[in-house]
């Protein structure tokens, strides 16, 4: 399978806290995730086209995307790209603050907006459908002990199916897996991963990536036809 993670690598170059949790930045963090499992890419905001090219795109199965501080610098040609590659079977997994995305707005049809705390101390992210092969090899919850905190309401669609609802030291809770169909491709949004803690470094966490991938990857399946009927 052919993955391909995009990140915006703003925060690693000018944060030393975060780069010192992520030197190599978060994308590859991500990448090291997969590497011995699939053919793997990475892709940043400072690239020509983003990194994100009509080629990188069409051989793309699963595209990884963490975003923060620069969503509105992404170009809307480049967002077109990846909304027609979902439509057409590839699968999405957006991270964190990427809700705010330009491509999962754009998939969602809404605001994606949300509350948050950055001191949201520790965070219990509960299984809610244990069947999904998302939660393989997940026991009943996942315990972070430093995150962000995200809150309802969370002002997306219904999710197809939930996974994770998560809880936090305030007390609020959140849709942090949720899963969604947007014509042939799937979508997965995993809430955990702030940059300022090392959460992509939790084996549970990886586990349920390394899960969405497979997930998330192009099914095959009977020729979807559009348009006039001789």
């Known amino acids: 399978m052919d993955v391909t993670v995009w990140n915006e690598y703003r925060h690693e170059r000018e944060d030393e806290d975060v780069a010192a949790i992520y030197p190599d930045g978060i994308h590859a963090a991500l990448a090291d995730v997969f590497a011995d499992d699939h053919e793997v890419e990475t892709a940043t905001l400072e690239q020509p086209e983003h990194g994100l090219t009509e080629d990188r795109l069409e051989r793309t199965d699963v595209l990884l995307w963490w975003g923060h ?14 909304q027609e590659r979902v439509l057409e079977g590839m699968g999405l997994i957006v991270l964190h603050s990427g809700h705010y995305s330009k491509p999962f707005k754009r998939l969602m049809g809404t ?26 090899g997940i026991g009943e919850s996942i315990e972070l002990p430093e995150t962000e905190m995200y809150g309802e309401p969370f002002d997306v669609p219904e999710p197809d199916r939930l996974v994770f609802t998560s809880w936090f030291e305030g007390g609020e809770v959140f849709r942090s897996g949720c899963c969604y169909r947007r014509g042939s491709g799937r979508i997965f949004y995993f809430r955990p991963g702030h940059e300022t803690y090392p959460i992509y470094e939790n084996e549970e966490i990886q586990q349920v990536l390394s899960n969405a991938v497979e997930w998330a990857a192009p099914t095959e399946g009977g020729v979807r036809s559009f348009g006039e009927r001789k």
């Open 69 to 82: 501080e620069a969503h509105d610098e992404v170009e809307d040609e480049i967002v077109d790209r990846v």
């Open 111 to 136: 605001s994606c907006s949300l509350q948050w705390r950055e001191d949201g101390g520790t965070e219990r992210l509960w299984v809610v459908d244990p069947g999904h092969p998302i939660v393989d």
